[in-house]
């Protein structure tokens, strides 16, 4: 075991973010693939693969409480949280409509195919999330946004952050 200043365990930091960026390039391939075959080929695949990326942002969330956050990534983090634990405690909400309609990814956390090729977070009903903060975090930095981009962004936060624990 190889330990830190702290007394922590840095490999099991480092298998943290093997598993978060493991989990995102397996995301980008399954958005990929939809794109490129214009269809959704394997829906369970779709499903583990956001719900596995959502898990290991959430663990390394976790890990990165006891780091001083700054002002500017607090609301990120906040609307990761939130879509998490709606992630988390909705699986009984999971929808599937059809391609041509552009509903595709489960869950209530459901995405949206633009004309442009894009995953897009959907909107949410109020009643999903646990905190009003985490409500209007996820309204201000993932609801309409690009699926791919977010995730891309919250995983190089979370890399920063991981360099001062």
Sequence with gaps: MVLNQEGENMESKEELLFSLNKSVENLIFEISKVIKNNMIDDEKSVYYAVGTSLHWIGTCLDRINQVDIMEEHKGIISAFKGAINAQKHNKDLIRF??????????????????????????????????WKNQEQNYKDYLEYNDVKSTILQIQDIIVDYFKEI
């Design 97 to 130: 409509d059809s391609f041509m309609n552009c509903s595709i990814l489960p869950f209530t956390l459901e995405a949206v195919l633009s004309d442009r090729g894009l995953f897009f977070w959907s909107k949410l009903n109020s009643n999903i999330f646990k």
